[in-house]
């Protein structure tokens, strides 16, 4: 009713204790939507059905760029999964999860998009996958890698990050050479 995206709503709820999030979840609801009400002389039904039509649109647009982002994930666990299956590295596999012969395990996760570790569950290797083709959006999809890097370097600083990227405009590229926190980039 309030064309407020779920992810937006969460937004402005980030960093309160789950148990209050729904509480001021309602409270900021209930402020727009009382908003709306006292406006109404100057707030159309023309008005309405254009948020809600730009909303609708956005969650769209979130919902694919979202989906081609888990989709370049995939393919690249996959090319790991086979090549390590290949090269008889696997001792044990799930859907998440592969067990190497050298007792590293790589585990699938959202933040960073696949991770490494050895035998003391030390954190050694971490890779952010960034499948989009839009070159307006590289420099975005680096900070979002760039943020997932920053957090695991706080758990181990010598963790290697490894930045796979399906496109990397030069004035890109260059930030991210120049960047001590990623240590090998592909695109």
Same mark, same amino acid.
């Given at each position: %009713?309030? !064309?407020?995206?779920?992810?937006?709503?969460?937004?402005?709820?980030?960093?309160?204790?789950?148990?209050?999030?729904?509480?001021?979840?309602?409270?900021?609801?209930?402020?727009?939507?009382?908003?709306?009400?006292?406006?109404? =002389?100057? =707030?159309?039904?023309?008005?309405?059905? !254009? =948020?809600? %039509?730009?909303?609708?649109?956005?969650? @769209?647009?979130?919902?694919?760029?979202?989906? @081609?982002?888990?989709?370049?994930?995939?393919?690249?666990?996959? %090319?790991?999964?086979? =090549?390590?299956?290949?090269?008889? *590295?696997?001792?044990?596999?799930?859907?998440?999860?592969?067990?190497?012969?050298?007792?590293?395990?790589?585990?699938? #996760?959202?933040?960073?998009?696949?991770?490494? /570790?050895?035998?003391?569950?030390?954190?050694?290797?971490?890779?952010?996958?960034? $499948?989009?083709?839009?070159?307006? $959006?590289?420099?975005? /999809? *680096?900070?979002?890698?760039?943020?997932?890097?920053? #957090?695991?370097?706080?758990?181990?600083?010598? !963790?290697?990050? @490894? *930045?796979?990227?399906? !496109?990397?405009?030069?004035?890109?590229?260059?930030?991210?050479?120049?960047?001590?926190?990623?240590? *090998?980039?592909?695109?």
């Amino acid at each position: %009713m309030a !064309c407020l995206s779920k992810k937006g709503l969460s937004q402005l709820t980030r960093g309160l204790p789950q148990e209050e999030r729904r509480i001021h979840e309602v409270k900021i609801l209930n402020q727009l939507l009382s908003s709306i009400v006292e406006q109404t =002389f100057t =707030f159309t039904e023309q008005i309405a059905r !254009c =948020f809600i %039509m730009a909303q609708l649109g956005s969650e @769209i647009q979130g919902s694919w760029v979202n989906d @081609i982002g888990r989709r370049a994930a995939d393919k690249v666990w996959n %090319m790991i999964k086979q =090549f390590a299956e290949a090269q008889n *590295y696997v001792i044990d596999a799930t859907e998440q999860s592969l067990v190497l012969t050298n007792k590293v395990v790589l585990n699938r #996760k959202s933040e960073p998009d696949i991770e490494g /570790r050895d035998s003391d569950n030390t954190l050694i290797a971490a890779l952010e996958v960034k $499948g989009s083709l839009d070159p307006a $959006g590289a420099q975005t /999809r *680096y900070g979002e890698a760039k943020k997932s890097f920053e #957090k695991v370097r706080r758990e181990n600083l010598r !963790c290697t990050t @490894i *930045y796979v990227v399906s !496109c990397l405009p030069e004035s890109v590229r260059r930030l991210v050479e120049k960047d001590s926190q990623v240590t *090998y980039v592909w695109d």
